[in-house]
Nanobody, 118 residues
Framework: QVQLAESGGGSAQAFGSLTLSCVAS????????MGWFRQVPAKEREAVAVIENDRRKTYADSVKGRFTISDDPAKNTLYLQMNSLKPEDTAMYYC????????????WGQGTQVTVSS
């Protein structure tokens, strides 16, 4: 059973920065494909940034140029560097993982809250 543990959320001022981390453990197959998602109450969860099967990094239009996704396979850790934060970035952020042969994200972290004030 894959387990994901996020950290690094919190409060920031607009134009500030935060870095989220997610440590993956428990997978028995090759390293999963991973990504970051976010959700605000009464809205659907949206993909923020993901690392594709071919290692391409894709971003939501709303975060392009401000957020950077990266990983450290040696540490089984996924990161999300968030710069130039905006109040509309306020959300619960989730780390997610899937077997790279699957399109469906099967495993989810517990989430970490990011709150940006103006």
């Amino acid at each position: 059973q894959v387990q994901l543990a996020e950290s690094g959320g919190g409060s920031a001022q607009a134009f500030g920065s935060l870095t989220l981390s997610c440590v993956a453990s428990g997978y028995t197959y090759s390293a999963p494909c991973m990504g970051w998602f976010r959700q605000v109450p009464a809205k659907e969860r949206e993909a923020v940034a993901v690392i594709e099967n071919d290692r391409r990094k894709t971003y939501a239009d709303s975060v392009k140029g401000r957020f950077t996704i990266s990983d450290d396979p040696a540490k089984n850790t996924l990161y999300l560097q968030m710069n130039s934060l905006k109040p509309e970035d306020t959300a619960m952020y989730y780390c997610a993982a899937r077997p790279c042969w699957s399109d469906e994200y099967e495993y989810w972290g517990q989430g970490t809250q990011v709150t940006v004030s103006s």
